[in-house]
């Protein structure tokens, strides 16, 4: 499925620019909320002691922590082990406004060899052209970062189809694979991730 996303993508990305860039010479700025999936009492996908709550709301403090751009602001949807409903977050997403959601998640599926980054978004959402060039230009730094990616995938997810904002969930990858599980739990795996996602968000400014 990603060729058609990568060539919607690329029609797209002029309104991505537009939609960013302020129109005179002052520092274009960009807010972009993290949304570290689950929390409290829904540890999400579990393998022995590792829940995906806790990691992605470890990958989501880092990208907050290591930004040092003052023309991007980074909010923080939930920065304790807290559970909030799909409709809190949504609430909250839309009270914000940003200028792009990243909801960070992980996949497992037992008993498969399934690996591999995904990218999702909804064809029925408001901002669904903007959100389709994010996750393309994502994707792509992925790639060029040697992850697998496994493409762009549309979902009727909750949190896709009812925020007002550019929304991408982002599965970064298996933690039923040894090889995804070793990146997403290592410290210099989650740190090409963070770095990985900085650099992307310098770019949509």
Not at 23 to 43: L, Q, R, S
Not at 51 to 76: G, M, P, R, Y
Not at 78 to 96: H, P, T
């Amino acid at each position: 499925m990603k060729n058609p996303f990568k060539f919607f993508g690329l029609c797209a990305a002029a309104l991505c620019f537009a939609f960013a860039s302020p129109g005179n010479n002052e520092p274009k700025k960009v807010t972009v909320v993290i949304d570290a999936g689950h929390g409290g009492k829904d540890f999400g996908a579990t393998h022995g002691s590792l829940a995906e709550k806790a990691i992605v709301s470890e990958i989501a403090a880092k990208i907050k922590a290591q930004n040092k751009d003052t023309e991007v602001t980074i909010h923080l949807l939930r920065e304790a082990d807290d559970f909030m409903e799909l409709s809190e977050r949504v609430s909250r997403i839309n009270e914000l406004n940003p200028d792009l959601v990243l909801s960070l998640h992980l996949n497992y599926v037992k008993g498969k060899p399934n690996a591999g980054m995904e990218f999702f978004v909804c064809e029925d959402a408001k901002e669904h052209a903007k959100a389709s060039a994010y996750a393309q230009m994502l994707s792509d730094k992925f790639e060029e970062a040697k992850f697998e990616v496994d493409g762009i995938k549309n979902a009727p997810f909750y949190i896709l189809k009812r925020s007002e904002v550019p929304v991408v969930v982002f599965e970064m990858g298996y933690l039923s694979s040894e090889t995804d599980r070793a990146y997403l739990t290592g410290k210099d795996g989650q740190d090409v991730i963070v770095t990985t996602i900085l650099e992307f968000i310098k770019e949509i400014k």
